[in-house]
């Protein structure tokens, strides 16, 4: 079945010290990725849609300039947490969907859990 | 706009007996579709079964089983012959086909499966 990467699964670091983290689609291109956080035993809450070749759709409340998205190619999207703080804390989940399928089921990646000091 | 109720924060099951994740969904749109997930202490979303609004039976895979009443507004999880390593996580999602390939996750079920 598609695979969905995501890297690193976990990180630490300091405050004001920028993450980057990766989410790659390995057999399939995926135009849209979709970022979501996570935060302990609470559900999914969909940060930002990631557009290949355009601008990334934010959701309400979410901070454009703090959470950095690029989807430069098809089968990669990346998400920047800038300046982090210990509020940045979560697990960060990314997904996609393999338009081969004929589900439309969004395939995710094993996650990223950041840590800030 | 889109709304995902998981009314069972935890639920408790006998290894090999079946258990129900409820779910519940509020859309105004005929065209959506309901999605489940396991997420394992690892982190990692498994997709597990999807109904589409239209489909006239509800769907299956495997030990898993859909029971989707749509005037109920309700697409609750089956899990029959449960197994130690079904204790888990479980989200239902909902796909409101006129707002994009997003998914809404309800609040989540932890199923715990007892020896």
């Known amino acids: 079945g598609a695979v969905v990467s995501q890297h690193p699964s976990r990180v630490i670091c300091k405050s004001g010290t920028s993450v980057k983290i990766e989410c790659r689609s390995l057999?399939?291109?995926?135009?849209?990725m979709f970022w979501y956080r996570q935060f302990p035993k609470k559900s999914l809450m969909l940060m930002a849609t990631?557009?290949?070749?355009?601008?990334?759709?934010?959701e309400q409340g979410v901070e454009k300039d703090k959470f950095l998205i690029n989807h430069a190619s098809l089968t990669l999207s990346t998400l920047t947490v800038t300046s982090a703080h210990p509020e940045d804390s979560s697990f960060y989940i990314c997904?996609?969907?393999?338009?081969?399928?004929?589900?439309?089921?969004?395939?995710f990646g094993s996650g990223t859990q950041l840590s800030v000091l | 706009a889109q709304k995902i109720t998981q009314t069972q924060p935890g639920m408790f099951v006998q290894e090999k007996e079946a258990v129900t994740l409820d779910c519940t969904y509020d859309?105004?749109?005929?065209?959506?579709?309901l999605f489940w997930y396991k997420q394992p202490s690892s982190g990692e979303m498994i997709f597990l079964i999807y109904?589409?609004?239209?489909?006239?039976q509800n769907a299956t895979e495997g030990r898993y089983s859909l029971n989707f009443q749509k005037a109920r507004k309700s697409a609750n999880l089956v899990i029959s012959a449960s197994q130690l390593g079904d204790s888990a996580m479980y989200f239902c999602?909902?796909?409101?086909?006129?707002?994009?390939?997003?998914?809404?996750f309800g609040g989540g079920t932890r199923l715990m499966v007892k020896p």
């Open positions: 997904s996609a969907r393999d338009p081969r399928q004929l589900v439309e089921k969004l395939f």
């Open positions: 859309t105004s749109d005929p065209s959506y579709g």
């Open positions: 109904q589409g609004s239209y489909d006239q």
């Open positions: 057999d399939f291109q995926a135009t849209t």
């Open positions: 999602a909902m796909r409101v086909n006129n707002a994009g390939n997003m998914l809404t």
């Open positions: 990631s557009n290949e070749g355009s601008k990334a759709t934010y």
